[in-house]
């Protein structure tokens, strides 16, 4: 079943925390995933950022810009992921992370646990910095 994302004003998230504003079910990928995959995930106008994912383990992002047109299809999704995203756990406050968020490059923060590793959710701003996509 699709889930329905809904957009909260900037204001209304920077007094809430991570938790409350984030996405709580990003799409992701498997960390096997290829770059086939990631070029249908990126068919979507409005996917900007694919999460590879090895079960509930949080392994690496790939954004539109990071995967070239030369990429073979049969290549390995994580060949071309960022190991060293930056993450954010549900209790910090929006407010926070706001200077995260605006020196990022899609405007996307991943969610972790306080293990560092474990996938919560994913805090995803909009282009024109005005709204978050939340969870319908």
């Known amino acids: 079943m699709e889930r329905t994302q809904t ?5 209304i998230a920077e007094q809430l925390t991570v938790a409350e504003a ?23 106008s409005t996917m900007r950022t ?9 392994v690496g992002t790939v954004e539109r810009p990071d995967l070239p047109d030369t990429a073979a299809d049969g290549e390995p999704a994580r060949a071309y992921a960022r ?3 930056e993450r954010v ?7 926070d992370v706001m200077p995260l968020l605006e020196q990022s490059r899609e405007g996307r923060l991943v969610v972790v646990a306080d293990d ?10 909009r282009s024109a910095h005005d709204a978050f996509c939340t969870d319908g």
């Open 116 to 125: 560092g590793a474990t996938l919560r959710g994913m805090v995803c701003m």
């Open 89 to 95: 756990t549900p209790e910090r406050l929006i407010a």
């Open 83 to 85: 190991l060293d995203a």
């Open 22 to 44: 984030m996405l709580n079910h990003p799409k992701t990928l498997r960390a096997d995933a290829t770059v086939a995959d990631l070029r249908h995930m990126f068919e979507r």
């Open 50 to 58: 694919v999460l590879l994912v090895d079960g509930q383990t949080f």
């Open 7 to 11: 957009m909260m004003p900037r204001e």
